[in-house]
Every structure is written in C-alpha cells, then in structure tokens.
C-alpha cells in the first residue's frame, strides 16, 4: 500500500536521539529503552504490516508514575509520543514516526482486581482481553467485548479504539462495558475519568466516552476498570446455511425485526467459510454460499423458544439446512472457526487487506452485490466476514504486495467499499479505527465544519499536537486557530484540570 503522508520529521530531535534516549533512563531507570536500529524492528508497524516506519526509539515503562515522567518530558521538548497496546491495530494507529518516542504499554499486562460483588475488573491496558475473561470466568462472571484477535490484543487498544466482537450486538462495544480509566494527559496529569458506578458524574461532559475511542490522540490510559456480567447459564449456537448472501443477510433483517437480540449472529460467505473450515474443521457446509452463526443465551427455557424463533425465520428466508448445537462443545465449534476466519483466509493468499465499515442492516444485500462488483472491476477475490447483527463488516481483499499494482489496486478496492458504506448510511469504521487508513477518508462522512469540531477536542487534551499526530484527522489545523471564546468554554467544563 501507498505509505501514507505523515508529518514532517524534526531532524533536530533525530539528531538528539541519544540524549534523548539518556534522559528517558534517567528519569525511568526501571523502563526498558530501545534505540538501537534492530531492537527496534518489531515496532516499525502494527497489525496494518504494509506500512512501516522505525520510531525515534521505544520505551517500556511499568507504572502510571513512569508514564508521566515520559509525558511530560516529551511535553517540555517538544517530542511527539506515538502509544502502542499489543500492535494488533487494523488501521495503522499504531505506526511509529521518525521523530517520535513509541510508548509502549505491554508491561503493564496485570489484573489488579477482580470485584465479583459489584462486578468490575480493575485491569491494567497491557493485558490481553482474554485474560480479562478467564479471570471472571473463575468468578462466575463474563466480560462481553471478544475481538476475534482478543488472545492477544491488549485491553488498552479496545479501549482506544472502542473495539467490539461477536458478541457485541447484545452485550455492547467496549464503550458499553467501561466504567472508568485512569488516563495521562500529555502533560504528564493523571486524571480519573468516568466512576466504579458507572453513573454520569455530574452534568459535565460525558469524558470517558470521549476518551473510549479516541484512537490515542487525547492521553495514555493506565488503568481500566471494567463491567463483569452474570455469566448466562445457558447458550446455544445455530448454525445456518443459504444459497446466497443475499438470502443471509435477509435472515438477519428478519431475525432483528422479530424482536429478536441474538447475542451473536456473524455471517460468513463461501470463500471465507471454506478457508475456516479447512482450518479449523468446525463442522460447517461446504455448498453453501454463505452461512450464519446466531447464539443465543439466557435462561434454558428462554434458549429454546428463541432458537425455535429464530431457526423458522431462517427456514422461512430460505436457509438450505439448519442446525442447532447439542452441547456446549459444539457451540465451541461452531464459534472456533469464525474466530479463525482471519488466519485461515490467510492461507489463501501472500496477503490481504481487511476493512471494517458499519452499515445499516436493511442495507446489506445491495452492499454486498457491490462489494462483488468491485471485485470484479479491480480483478482481486474477496472473502467477507461480518459482524451482521450490527451490520460492521469486515471484507478481507486478497493481494500480492510483491506486485505493486496489487497493492494500489487492493488500496483502491478498500477505499471504494469504505466510500459505499457511507453512500449507503453507514460509518467508516465500526471497530478498528480510522488511524492513517481511512484518515483521509473521513472528509466522505464529514463536513469540514464536523472536522473543526473533533479538532477542538484534540487541541483541548493536546494543544502542542504531540500525541499520535498524522492520525485520524485529514489536516489537522494548528491549535491557536480555535477561538478564544471557545477555549473558555471548554476550560469551564474541565474545571481544576489544566487541558490549554
């Protein structure tokens, strides 16, 4: 892929790599530095591997106190600091700059706490999402948000980028299942935002809904506390086939309209369907065109008068065969290769390229007979996975990236369905994030008037534009352009906490 444009590198603060380096020692002698050339190979990319780029150097503190130190260092030297979780970032929000310190948060991978009272988990950003939900798992407990990558991605990069999973149409996006985080400002301030009641504090504005999301453009989570459920004592998975991704997607229209909230419901096509299956083996049809994974859960009498519903609808719509799990292992199953989808697809191809827009629902059939025909017109296979119930889909673009004409092609293609989301009224992302992927994009969903918007937002946490700049934002007007008025303003609703 085209490297993206990004800011223009001080070669001042190149120059002062060293001293630099010294300093962040000095003032964090437990963090590890990094700033020899080949150390600091596995930080060039992240989860987007065609674009790369060596940062300054890294470091890798282990307290909020560390964190601060660095912050506010960079703050006073005018270094622009680029935050890293697990570097399993889809959008690029994670790649490094030249003239950059990349803050990395794997050290902190601890769960502090795990209240089963008052169902939160206090997590620090660098643990793995699925540590979260084997530890409450032993509470009896459930911790909803699971990406597909959630093995491995840390919770500190959901909460940046507000990622979801399969079981996110019922239970919510990681901005549902947040209570509060300790965050630190560029500044080197600690601020709390949000509360262990997850209750508005006051009638302020509503901060941590700003700051799930915010792609690492406002501050440096440290801590996370997050909301447990009541684990559901029962769940079953149905697993449907159709002729047609159109006749899927009918179903899941249907299954939605009837009142029905699955707490999953994913559709795979054929290509992606055959690749995890030869993957993992879950049991799945190899005629059909696409099929659909809908779980639902709850009490058992409640599990099996929504799975009869839902497998008549599917029927109805014209689903080829129907099968609901038998046990628990077979649930399991059923899940496995959708969760693999990712990495069997992989299998197919030197390379692919997956995006992640949101639609909404009604809309799918059309979205997809046009994601075929872009297929067709740039020559390149498609494989589609999607979260259906809430219409984010994740069409993974099979390329060569030792072909350079692939590679632009593979781009074009992407940016093409990322444009047919919104034509349609839908989002440019649902969950990985806008990062230097779709930076440049979001003019096709927002005005420059919504821009200026989200840019005072920016200014208000980061004036100096230090953190993860080249992110997000197409052109990221100077600071000093926000009106005094407005400065006023925004101080008055951050009372007690210097943001200008």
């Known amino acids: 892929m085209t490297q993206p444009c990004m800011p223009a590198p001080d070669e001042s603060i190149i120059a002062r790599r060293e001293e630099i380096a010294a300093d962040l020692a000095r003032l964090c002698p437990r963090a590890e530095v990094i700033s020899s050339t080949d150390a600091l190979r596995p930080y060039e990319s992240d989860g987007l591997t065609a674009y790369a780029q060596l940062p300054l150097l890294a470091i890798l503190p282990e307290s909020t106190r560390e964190v601060q130190h660095i912050l506010r260092y960079c703050h006073e030297h005018g270094i622009r600091v680029v935050p890293r979780g697990s570097g399993t970032s889809l959008s690029g929000g994670a790649l490094p700059l030249a003239d950059a310190v ?7 991978d601890r769960v502090l706490k795990v ?156 290509m992606a369907t055959k690749a995890a299956e030869d993957f993992v083996h879950a049991g799945y049809p190899l005629d059909a065109e696409a099929i659909l994974i809908i779980e639902v859960d709850g009490t058992e009498a409640e599990v099996e008068e929504l799975a009869g519903r839902v497998m008549d609808i599917a029927r109805r719509k014209g689903a080829t065969s129907v099968r609901l799990s038998r046990s628990e292992d077979e649930r399991q199953r059923f899940w496995a290769g959708r969760k693999a989808a990712f990495p069997a697809v992989g299998r197919l191809a030197p390379d692919y390229y997956c995006m992640d827009g949101t639609i ?4 799918l059939p059309e979205v997809l007979e046009g994601i075929a025909a872009l297929s067709r017109q740039y020559g390149l296979p498609v494989a589609n996975v999607f979260h259906a119930g809430d219409g984010n889909l994740h069409p993974l673009i099979l390329y060569d990236s030792n072909d350079p004409d692939q590679l632009e092609r593979a781009e074009r293609f992407g940016a093409d369905i990322l444009r047919l ?80």
């Open 102 to 108: 990349l803050l990395g948060m794997s050290r902190f």
């Open 115 to 270: 209240d089963a009272d008052n169902r939160i988990a206090l997590v620090q950003p660098g643990v793995p999402n699925l540590e979260i939900t084997r530890a409450a798992e032993r509470r009896g407990l459930y911790y909803a948000p699971d990406p597909s990558s959630q093995i491995i991605c840390s919770i500190g990069g959901n909460v940046a980028e507000n990622a979801g999973g399969v079981h996110c149409l019922k239970y919510g996006m990681t901005t549902n299942n947040v209570l509060a985080v300790k965050m630190v400002l560029m500044n080197g301030e600690l601020v709390q935002l949000g509360n262990l009641h997850g209750e508005a504090a006051g009638t302020g504005l509503d901060l941590l809904g700003v700051a799930v999301g915010s792609e690492g453009l406002l501050g440096v989570v440290t801590e996370v506390a997050v909301r447990l459920l009541p684990k559901p004592p029962k769940a079953r998975a149905l697993l449907a086939a159709f002729d047609s991704v159109a006749q899927a997607g009918a179903c899941v229209a249907a299954v939605i309209a009837a009142g029905i909230i699955p707490a999953g419901m994913e559709l795979m096509d054929r």
């Open 360 to 363: 909404p629902r009604h809309r």
């Open 421 to 500: 989301c919104v034509h349609v009224g839908g989002v440019l992302t649902g969950e990985h994030g806008v990062g230097v992927e779709k930076r440049d994009l979001m003019p096709e969903m927002f005005s420059q008037t919504d821009l200026d918007q989200q840019i005072r937002v920016k200014c208000a946490f980061d004036p100096q534009q230090l953190l993860n700049p080249g992110k997000v934002f197409p052109r990221l007007k100077r600071c000093g352009e926000v009106s005094a008025a407005q400065m006023r303003r925004l101080q008055e609703k951050f009372p007690g906490v210097e943001l200008f």
